[in-house]
Structures are given as structure tokens and as C-alpha cells.
């Protein structure tokens, strides 16, 4: 779990709902099912108009990459790599098929299986590419879904300002019914503003890096895969490898 996500919402509306009742207010007066409803509504209706649905899907589907915290094995991979680099060299390039079983990376075992096809090291790089960009490219805009909302949500919670501005004006005769209205008002716009600023945006944020992160890892293995069909020396090839790896990784392995 990426705990830096939960820290970071709790941390904001624990400051928001804080700061309210060190000002003597309740936090009941910020809790309006009116205003939700009108700035979520409005917020889900405007990504929806903007987006075909099967991207909007995949957006919500990708709400849980937010959450999770997906290790990316890099060092473990190129021990992988290696290992497989020093069997092909031993026994050749057809040997690999006997540990395709121990892969259990979908998109790792579909480069070693093209090399044991017997496939051209460039043409593995092309395919294996071709599957990295469009990946992160379908992430990417699913991750805009919340770029978007992000964007939408202050400007609904301004129309649920005016909305609830109209019903104060329309019941001015009325004291009773101008407390409600007016809360409705200024909370739409809190939910609108603090949903797009606390929620949206930041995972938007969030969900780009890790996407970037998940490719910068494919990269890596295609790296090692065109290496390996090119049969480059094992030794030299981890040294290669190592580049991705972080620096504090990288100075580990060279003390060792």
C-alpha cells in the first residue's frame, strides 16, 4: 500500500476539518448531501462528456494504482536476465524454452519466447516497444480522467455557489430557509475547489509517475532482452543493466 497516499489524505482533511473547529465551527456545517451531490454530479457528468466511457472505466479502474504501491523487482530482473544470458551462452538460444515456466511476468515472457522464435534481436525491440508506449499511453489518459475532474470540479462547485445564492434570494421573505442556502453556497464551492486540490489533481499526479515508472521498468527488461539475443557477454550486460537501478542500489552492488 502507498502509505505517502493515505498519510497525505488524511493528513489534508484531518487539517481542513481541524482548522474548522478551532474556529468554533461544527463540522456538521460543511457536511451539505446537497452540495456533494451537485459538485460530484456535475464533476462525473462533465469527464464523462468529455471522454468515451471505456476510457472513463479504465480511469476509475486505475483508482486503486493510487493506493497500491507496485514494486518493480529491477534488481531481481536483471539477475533473471543474467542467469538467462549465461545459460544461452553455455547451451544457446533454444535453451531458454526450459525456463519460460519460471517467468511469470507476462510481458518478460513474451520477449524471451520471441527469442526463442528465433526472432531478429531489432524486430524483438520494435515489438516489445510498440507494447511499452501503448501501455503508457492508455494510461496516460485514463490518468487525465482526473486531470480533467480536477479541472471541472471548482468551476461546478461555483455553479452549486450560485445555485444555492438563487434559492437565498428566492426565499428572502423567509429567515428560516436563508441559513441552508447559504451554506450550500459556500459549501459547493469548498467541495468543488478541495476535491480538485486534495483528490484529483495529486492523484493524477500520482498515477502519471507511477506509469512512468512501470515503463522505465519495461524499458529496462527490453534492454536486457536485445541483449541477450545479441548474445553480449553476461558481465558486461548487468553492468548495462545496473544504469537503471538507483544510485544507492548501484553502489551496493559495486562493494560487493
Not at 501503448?134 to 452549486?160: D, M, N
Amino acid at each position: 500500500m502507498d502509505i505517502a497516499t493515505i498519510v497525505g489524505l488524511v493528513l489534508a482533511i484531518g487539517s481542513i476539518i481541524g482548522g474548522q473547529i478551532l474556529e468554533g465551527g461544527h463540522v456538521g456545517s460543511i457536511m451539505q448531501l446537497t452540495a456533494f451531490i451537485i459538485v460530484m454530479g456535475g464533476t462525473i457528468g462533465a469527464i464523462c462528456v468529455q471522454n468515451p466511457l471505456s476510457v472513463v472505466l479504465k480511469g476509475v479502474s486505475m483508482l486503486s494504482l493510487g493506493i497500491k504501491d507496485p514494486k518493480h523487482d529491477n534488481k531481481g530482473t536483471i539477475t533473471t536476465i543474467i542467469d538467462l544470458a549465461n545459460v544461452s551462452r553455455k547451451q544457446g538460444l533454444l535453451a531458454l524454452e526450459g525456463k519460460l515456466k519460471d517467468i511469470h511476468d507476462p510481458f518478460f515472457k513474451k520477449g524471451v519466447q520471441l527469442i526463442v522464435d528465433g526472432t531478429d534481436p531489432k524486430v524483438v525491440h520494435e515489438i516489445m516497444e510498440i507494447d511499452v508506449e501503448y501501455q503508457e499511453e492508455e494510461g496516460i489518459k485514463a490518468a487525465k480522467v482526473w486531470e480533467s475532474a480536477g479541472g471541472y470540479a471548482p468551476t461546478v462547485g461555483i455553479i452549486g455557489a450560485v445555485l444555492g445564492l438563487i434559492h437565498v434570494m428566492e426565499n428572502l421573505a423567509d429567515p428560516s430557509k436563508l441559513g441552508s442556502g447559504i451554506a450550500v453556497a459556500f459549501v459547493a464551492t469548498v467541495y468543488g475547489v478541495g476535491a480538485a486540490n486534495l483528490f484529483f489533481l495529486p492523484l493524477a499526479g500520482k498515477l502519471k509517475f507511477k506509469l512512468k515508472e512501470e515503463a522505465a521498468s519495461r524499458m529496462m527488461i527490453i534492454m536486457g532482452l536485445v541483449g541477450l539475443a545479441q548474445g553480449e557477454n553476461p558481465r558486461l550486460l548487468q553492468e548495462k543493466l545496473e544504469g537503471y537501478l538507483p544510485e544507492s542500489e548501484r553502489t551496493k552492488e559495486e562493494k560487493k
